[in-house]
């Protein structure tokens, strides 16, 4: 399995943007980069995913790099509410079970 | 949009007991589901793919008669803990593919609110 790497934890404060990289320098070409985040005591909900075309939706933007070894999620007005961990997940056109890495934990100052 | 239930959400048992969990999806038809197990302060770890109308595949060290999966319909899919143990206690979470969701959101996972089981 292609791996991603992440930071362990990320500080932002509210209203403002947080940008959370995520590193996957052996991503192959029919892998989708994915987006998951688990809210305390949740379980995880799907942000957004991708190829190789940045994509926006009301929850977030990706940005994927050109050589698509690295990739950036951003959300644009951080609120209490999006404090979680995020997870990057690359997911193949041929895989069938999505595995979960240690994630970034996102903290949101009030 | 698609949604998983679970339940119970939270389940105390005494030990040697053993519980079941339940995970539905509401408005697909799910042919795959997931199990997952995730401790305190850890990552999601995926224990089983669950298949509908067939026996479930379990990922290496997870024993396959202590957690029973039973996929009987194309929307529900149960795990049974049997004979609990303080060291099975923990967040359990189910999830499923809506495969109409088009080609390119076809790989996308709904995951259930989980449920935490705490063995006494």
């Known amino acids: 399995d292609a791996k991603t790497t992440q930071p362990n934890s990320m500080e932002s404060n509210e209203e403002e943007p947080v940008h959370l990289p995520c590193n996957h320098s052996?991503?192959?070409?029919?892998?989708?980069i994915h987006w998951y985040r688990q809210l305390p005591s949740q379980g995880p909900e799907y942000v957004i995913h991708?190829?190789?075309s940045n994509v926006n939706n009301r929850m977030a933007s990706l940005a994927i790099a050109e050589d698509r070894k690295s990739s950036t999620l951003i959300l644009h007005r951080a609120t209490l509410r999006d404090a979680a961990v995020y997870y990057c997940i690359l997911f193949g056109s041929n895989d069938y079970k999505l595995s979960f890495g240690a994630g970034t934990t996102v903290t949101v100052r009030a | 949009g698609a949604v998983v239930s679970q339940h119970p959400s939270w389940v105390i048992c005494k030990s040697g007991t053993s519980v079941k969990i339940e995970c539905r999806s509401l408005d697909f038809q799910a042919t795959t589901m997931f199990w997952y197990r995730q401790f305190p302060k850890q990552s999601l770890m995926l224990m089983a793919t669950?298949?509908?109308?067939?026996?479930?595949?379990?990922e290496q060290g997870v024993e396959k008669d202590k957690f029973l999966i039973n996929h009987a319909s194309l929307t529900l899919s149960t795990l049974t803990v049997t004979s609990a143990h303080p060291e099975d206690s923990s967040f359990y979470i189910c999830s499923a593919r809506d495969r109409g969701r088009g080609l390119t959101g076809a790989n996308v996972l709904t995951f259930g609110a989980g449920s935490r089981l705490t063995v006494l």
């Open positions: 991708g190829l190789t």
């Open positions: 052996t991503i192959s070409g029919t892998d989708y």
């Open positions: 669950s298949n509908e109308g067939s026996k479930a595949t379990y």
